[in-house]
Nanobody
Framework: QVHLVESGGGLVQPGGSLSVSCAAS????????MGWYRQAPGKERELVAS???????NYLDSVKGRFTISRDNTNNAVYLQMNSLKPEDTAVYYC???????????????WGQGTQVTVSS
C-alpha cells in the first residue's frame, strides 16, 4: 500500500494562482509516472498533467502554458503550480502514482484523497 497525501487547494479568483502538492510513502521500488487528475461534478476524471521517470511531461491541452508540473524524486513528491486560473479549472484534483512495488511487478496505481480547487469571483 502506497499512501499519497495531498495538500494545497482552496478558493482563488479567476486569473489567480494556486499550487497543490502530493507526497507518496510506502513500498515504492520504481516510479513509472506521477501526475494530477481532476474531476468536476458530473464529468469524467481527466488527466491534467503527468511526469514520467525520465522527466517527460504531458499536459492537458487546456492547461498548457498555465500549469507546471514538477517532481522531487528524493521525497517521491509531485507538485502542480497553477497560474492564470479559470472557472473551468474548478474541480477536485487527485494525485496519482503509477509504480512498481517490487521488481516482479505488475505496475500498480494509487490515488490521493483529492483536494478541492475552486476558481470563482
Amino acid at each position: 500500500q502506497v499512501h499519497l497525501v495531498e495538500s494545497g487547494g482552496g478558493l482563488v479568483q479567476p486569473g489567480g494562482s494556486l499550487s497543490v502538492s502530493c507526497a507518496a510513502s510506502g513500498n515504492i521500488f520504481r516510479i513509472v509516472a506521477m501526475g494530477w487528475y481532476r474531476q468536476a461534478p458530473g464529468k469524467e476524471r481527466e488527466l491534467v498533467a503527468s511526469i514520467n521517470a525520465g522527466g517527460g511531461i504531458n499536459y492537458l491541452d487546456s492547461v498548457k502554458g498555465r500549469f507546471t508540473i514538477s517532481r522531487d524524486n528524493t521525497n517521491n513528491a509531485v507538485y502542480l503550480q497553477m497560474n492564470s486560473l479559470k472557472p473551468e479549472d474548478t474541480a477536485v484534483y487527485y494525485c496519482n502514482i503509477y509504480y512498481y512495488s517490487n521488481y516482479d511487478g505488475p505496475a500498480q496505481v494509487d490515488w490521493g484523497q483529492g483536494t478541492q480547487v475552486t476558481v470563482s469571483s
